[in-house]
């Protein structure tokens, strides 16, 4: 069974950073796209960031949300597993569940439909 489990959220300071990290198990996810969503309070899930691999570059690629690109950084190290995401310019909007999610299939990387596998999601609280 594929599970993908956040950690790093909490309660920030307005202007301060965040650091999330996904951690997969399961099944190595070299080849499949991973990306950060975040639902805000009483809104629908919003993309943040995702990376994908190009078979034919043999590189990843990093895709950001148009309103956050200057102040995300996505990472992911598939010899751990793992997935990174950093925000700096931490605003009060930017509180959200942050949730890691994992697809194997095509479709578009910006919607959530588009993924097959979610973690339970992170709390991160950002006061003014």
């Known amino acids: 069974q594929v599970q993908l489990v956040e950690s790093g959220g909490g309660l920030v300071q307005a202007g301060g950073s965040l650091n999330l990290s996904c951690a997969a198990s399961g099944r190595t996810f070299s080849t499949y796209a991973m990306g950060w969503f975040r639902q805000p309070p009483g809104k629908e899930r919003q993309f943040v960031a995702s990376?994908?691999?190009?078979?034919?570059?043999?590189?990843?690629?990093?895709y950001l949300s148009d309103s956050l690109r200057d102040r995300v950084t996505i990472s992911r190290d598939d010899a751990k597993n793992t997935m990174s995401l950093r925000m700096n310019g931490l605003k009060p909007e930017d509180t959200a569940v942050y949730y890691c999610a994992a697809r194997t299939g095509g479709g578009p990387l910006r919607q959530p439909d588009s993924y097959d596998y979610w973690g339970q999601g992170t709390q991160v609280t950002v006061s003014s």
């Open positions: 990376t994908l691999w190009s078979a034919t570059d043999k590189m990843y690629y990093a």
